[in-house]
Every structure is written in structure tokens, then in C-alpha cells.
């Protein structure tokens, strides 16, 4: 179903942009090693000397400032959000319904090509995308942790678990935008709704683990199944991955239901 020059050309249409992503990322990971091993002690007499309020050290994952936290402040910084969502959510959305609106998808599924092998297509090379950012992060963690003799401090069992983490968040984000770009004829309300889940559920998360009582919305967020410093502790759930794949599958379900039955001037 995955059409060979379809992939290939999604691939290198973007390369140099991924490039740029990647690079981007694995520079941003390079550095939290080094500000643990720059400002490691003096974070850590910070925090035990009670001037940061409670709710922050939870944002922190906790009350030691480790080479843990400090990867995993990097993880969720917003900074590393917004680099790798752009083409999980971004480019998900706006492929389908950018080519509807240009009048190219027309054009484009007048060749012996299917829409299920369309979106099947563009699902992967985005999730391939969303493999080579992150593979980034963990070469820059890696490079940033050797450069100061950190590399026996980190746990490679929980680091593997928070990639696959990443992994299936993106690949969720991946399937819910490209499921709502097969079903717009514009990539506006699409990539609009898709901007949303991720602005919201970002402020969700953090208001839920600053507010008590805002507790509860966490979980309607995305990024409350991605939790990094539980993970780097050794907390990490399954149960994360699971809802994260349910989500993938049944978007991409849906997606695959959907695009087929549009009302468009092409085989399906």
C-alpha cells in the first residue's frame, strides 16, 4: 500500500528542512548535559535552599536537580515541543488538505494510486520524520553527556523507554492531524485544530500539575502521556503507550474510513 515514489519524493522534497529540524534538536539535547555539568551543584543548592516554590519542583519532577531532570527539563521545554511537532502536526495537516485546495490531489490520484495508498504513504514518511528528530536528541544527549564524562549516569533502559515515549506521541499527533487533513477540502481548519490540541493540551498539562483542582483535565491533554521525568526516574507507565497507540490506531482508522468517501473528482 506505502507507493515507493510517493515516499521518496515526500522525503526529498523536505530533506533539507528536516535537516535543519534535526540539527536543531540535537544541539538543544547537546546542551542539557552541559548545563547540568556547568550549573549542576549550584541548581541543586538552589533547590535545597527552599527559594523555588513547591509547584515549580513538581514541574521539576522532584526536589533533586539531576542530569535526569536536566534532560528532562529539555524534553519538555516548549522550545523542543514546537521542533517536534512541526511536521507531526503541521506538515500532517496541511498535506491532504493542501493538495485538495491547490487542485492537485486531482491530478495527483489520476496516476494508478490509491487514497488509502496516499495517506498510508504520507503516515509514514511523517513517522519517519518524527524517527530522525528524535534519534537527534538522543545522538546530541549522547554527545553532550561524553563530552563531560556523564555517559555512566545515564540510564540506557529509561532513556530507550522515553524515546519510544516520544515516538508514539508524534506518531499519535501524526495520525490525528493527517486524519483531519483528509477531511477538509483547505488546510486552514485542519492545521487550525491540530495547532489547538497541542496549545491546549500543553496549557492543560501545566495547569493540572500547578493547580490542584485543575488536576483532573490532565489527562485530556496528549502530553500528560509523555511524562519525562517519571520515565528517567524509572516511573515510566505503560499504560502512557497504550493510550498514546490507541489514539494512533483509531485516528489512522478513521482517516483510512474517511478519505476513501470524500466527494472528490478522483478514483479511490
Known amino acids: 500500500m506505502i507507493n515507493g515514489p510517493l515516499l521518496r519524493r515526500t522525503w526529498r522534497a523536505h530533506g533539507a528542512r528536516i535537516g535543519v529540524v534535526a540539527i536543531a534538536l540535537g544541539i538543544w539535547a547537546f546542551l542539557m548535559p552541559v548545563i547540568y ?22 514541574l521539576m519532577g522532584g526536589g533533586v536537580f539531576g542530569l535526569d531532570a536536566s534532560i528532562a527539563l529539555g524534553t519538555g521545554h516548549p522550545f523542543a515541543i514546537v521542533l517536534q511537532v512541526v511536521y507531526p502536526v503541521g506538515f500532517a495537516a496541511a498535506s491532504i488538505a493542501g493538495e485538495r485546495h491547490r487542485g492537485t490531489l486531482e491530478v495527483l ?9 496516499v495517506f498510508v504513504t504520507l ?39 522515553l524515546v519510544l515515549n516520544t515516538i508514539l506521541l508524534l506518531a499519535a499527533l501524526t495520525g490525528v492531524s493527517l486524519a483531519l487533513s483528509a477531511s477538509f477540502d483547505r488546510p486552514t481548519p485542519a492545521i487550525g485544530i491540530g495547532l489547538a490540541i497541542v496549545l491546549v493540551g500543553y496549557v492543560l498539562e501545566i495547569l493540572g ?21 517519571e ?14 497507540g490507541a489514539v494512533f490506531v483509531v485516528s489512522v482508522a478513521y482517516g483510512l474510513w474517511r478519505f476513501p468517501r470524500r466527494d472528490l473528482a478522483a478514483p479511490t
Open 37 to 58: 555539568a556547568t550549573f549542576g551543584r549550584e541548581m541543586e543548592a538552589i533547590i535545597e535552599s527552599g527559594i523555588i516554590p513547591e509547584a515549580m519542583l513538581q
Open 109 to 117: 490520484l489520476s496516476r494508478p494510486l490509491s487514497r488509502r495508498s
Open 123 to 161: 503516515l509514514v514518511a511523517i513517522l519517519g520524520i518524527a524517527v530522525v528528530t528524535t534519534g537527534a536528541t538522543v545522538v546530541g544527549t549522547l554527545v553532550g553527556a561524553a563530552a563531560y564524562g556523564l555517559v555512566g549516569e545515564l540510564d540506557l533502559a529509561q532513556h530507550a523507554f
Open 209 to 229: 500539575q500547578l493547580w490542584p483542582d485543575a488536576e483532573f483535565l490532565g489527562p485530556y491533554s496528549p502530553f500528560h502521556y509523555l511524562r519525562p521525568f
Open 231 to 244: 520515565i528517567l526516574r524509572g516511573r515510566g507507565e505503560v499504560s502512557d503507550l497504550a493510550v498514546l
